[in-house]
């Protein structure tokens, strides 16, 4: 006996009367105006608590206004074989109409096998339709939670500039002597007290902007950027660090490039990015800081050195809030934030911001900017 002679002696009549009767779906055979010509138990079952004063012998009737879309949906195909509608929800009015514990929720598909021949699949989404509404009420529950986390933070980090800022005032004065030298112990602690209060000063600014993205209040002020200028800020204020750490710094910028965007935030990102880069490339490394224009206008922006690079396991992980990879936690200097604040505000112009590394090789990030001028509901209404 061949395969095929199994498949015909298993598809006998009665065993497809077993499959239909006893199949977990609700199945219906109507004629093209949804007149019931036969139906499963399980469609019985499900239909019954939805069919307008009991009566089943026509499904679209059966489902009220809901079955009018249905027979519009199935109509409007007139003629097409095959699936004329998938996962059509049919919503049942809470408890007022059915037996308590009945379905509430119907997922129906049809498919016309014939001119004027359909079939309709019944499934019960009662459950489903519960734990989604579950996950959105939970969802929403969430947000609210980030939101005020974003507002308390926002507050606090408000409340501690403030006094921070006299301490770095402070500081600074007997740290450059201004009113006269300081015993050389005293100086060494003014020093300590001026460096600790700019790394707090700096978690706090970071703290700020990241609850301002959250909360989705960034506001942006477009003008014109003029590229080279941006990076000879960002190399100017970090050559003592590049120098203290033995790291070189290069350029490779188009004579003239500039583009519309926010020049104190691109100034940030690439401060961010050029910071990085020199913390985590060893003594004798570089960093590089390149762009170019695409044909279509887009100004593409790499910050590229030959540091110590990202494990694959932790690239996601470093773009995400206060994320760090194994070095970044071994140094302990670091909040964890500048990479995803600097995603937020590339992201906030309509950019991109991607990163690739390889250990021991070192790491490549690119901008994206694309061209023209911001969105609408990204720009300051004061930046008119």
Request: aromatic fraction near 4%; include cysteine; hydrophobic fraction near 45%.
């Given at each position: 006996?061949?395969?095929?002679?199994?498949?015909?002696?298993?598809?006998?009549?009665?065993?497809?009367?077993?499959?239909?009767?006893?199949?977990?779906?609700?199945?219906?055979?109507?004629?093209?105006?949804?007149?019931?010509?036969?139906?499963?138990?399980?469609?019985?079952?499900?239909?019954?608590?939805?069919?307008?004063?009991?009566?089943?012998?026509?499904?679209?009737?059966?489902?009220?206004?809901?079955?009018?879309?249905?027979?519009?949906?199935?109509?409007?195909?007139?003629?097409?074989?095959?699936?004329?509608?998938?996962?059509?929800?049919?919503?049942?009015?809470?408890?007022?109409?059915?037996?308590?514990?009945?379905?509430?929720?119907?997922?129906?598909?049809?498919?016309?096998?014939?001119?004027?021949?359909?079939?309709?699949?019944?499934?019960?989404?009662?459950?489903?339709?519960?734990?989604?509404?579950?996950?959105?009420?939970?969802?929403?529950?969430?947000?609210?939670a980030s939101a005020a986390k974003s507002r308390?933070?926002?507050?606090?980090?408000?409340?501690?500039?403030?006094?921070?800022?006299?301490?770095?005032?402070?500081?600074?004065?007997?740290?450059?002597?201004?009113?006269?030298?300081?015993?050389?112990?005293?100086?060494?602690?003014?020093?300590?007290?001026?460096?600790?209060?700019?790394?707090?000063h700096a978690l706090i600014n970071d703290i700020?902007?990241?609850?301002?993205?959250?909360?989705?209040?960034?506001?942006?002020?477009?003008?014109?950027?003029?590229?080279?200028?941006?990076?000879?800020?960002?190399?100017?204020?970090?050559?003592?660090?590049?120098?203290?750490?033995?790291?070189?710094?290069?350029?490779?910028?188009?004579?003239?490039?500039?583009?519309?965007?926010?020049?104190?935030?691109?100034?940030?990102?690439?401060?961010?990015?050029?910071?990085?880069?020199?913390?985590?490339?060893?003594?004798?490394?570089?960093?590089?800081?390149?762009?170019?224009?695409?044909?279509?206008?887009?100004?593409?922006i790499t910050v590229s050195d030959t540091g110590?690079?990202?494990?694959?396991?932790?690239?996601?992980?470093?773009?995400?809030?206060?994320?760090?990879?194994?070095?970044?936690?071994?140094?302990?200097?670091?909040?964890?934030?500048?990479?995803?604040?600097?995603?937020?505000?590339?992201?906030?112009?309509?950019?991109?911001?991607?990163?690739?590394?390889?250990?021991?090789?070192?790491?490549?990030?690119?901008?994206?900017?694309?061209?023209?001028?911001?969105?609408?509901?990204?720009?300051?209404?004061?930046?008119?």
């Amino acid at each position: 006996m061949t395969p095929h002679d199994d498949q015909d002696k298993d598809a006998d009549p009665d065993n497809l009367y077993r499959f239909v009767n006893q199949a977990p779906v609700g199945l219906l055979d109507m004629r093209g105006d949804g007149a019931i010509l036969l139906m499963n138990p399980t469609a019985a079952q499900v239909l019954m608590p939805f069919a307008v004063n009991g009566v089943l012998d026509n499904l679209f009737n059966a489902l009220g206004t809901q079955g009018a879309e249905l027979r519009t949906a199935c109509t409007a195909k007139a003629g097409r074989l095959g699936v004329l509608v998938h996962g059509f929800r049919v919503h049942r009015d809470g408890d007022t109409i059915g037996p308590a514990g009945a379905p509430t929720t119907l997922g129906v598909t049809i498919t016309r096998a014939a001119p004027d021949r359909l079939f309709a699949a019944l499934s019960d989404l009662s459950d489903l339709v519960v734990a989604e509404r579950a996950a959105l009420a939970a969802q929403a529950r969430a947000d609210q939670a980030s939101a005020a986390k974003s507002r308390y933070l926002a507050g606090t980090s408000h409340e501690l500039r403030q006094p921070l800022t006299a301490i770095l005032g402070f500081a600074d004065v007997m740290h450059q002597a201004v009113f006269g030298p300081l015993p050389a112990r005293y100086a060494v602690y003014a020093g300590h007290i001026l460096e600790s209060a700019r790394h707090l000063h700096a978690l706090i600014n970071d703290i700020l902007d990241l609850s301002k993205i959250e909360a989705g209040e960034m506001v942006l002020e477009p003008g014109r950027v003029v590229l080279s200028e941006v990076v000879a800020r960002c190399r100017r204020l970090t050559e003592e660090h590049a120098r203290q750490a033995g790291v070189t710094v290069h350029d490779r910028l188009p004579e003239t490039l500039d583009f519309v965007a926010d020049s104190r935030r691109v100034h940030q990102v690439l401060l961010n990015l050029v910071s990085n880069a020199i913390k985590f490339t060893p003594e004798g490394g570089s960093v590089t800081v390149a762009a170019l224009a695409e044909d279509d206008g887009t100004v593409v922006i790499t910050v590229s050195d030959t540091g110590i690079g990202i494990p694959p396991e932790d690239v996601t992980l470093v773009l995400e809030p206060f994320g760090q990879s194994i070095a970044g936690r071994k140094r302990r200097d670091g909040t964890g934030l500048g990479l995803t604040i600097a995603r937020a505000l590339t992201e906030a112009h309509g950019g991109t911001l991607t990163l690739e590394s390889i250990v021991t090789q070192g790491t490549t990030v690119t901008l994206r900017f694309p061209v023209g001028t911001l969105p609408a509901e990204r720009v300051s209404p004061a930046a008119g």
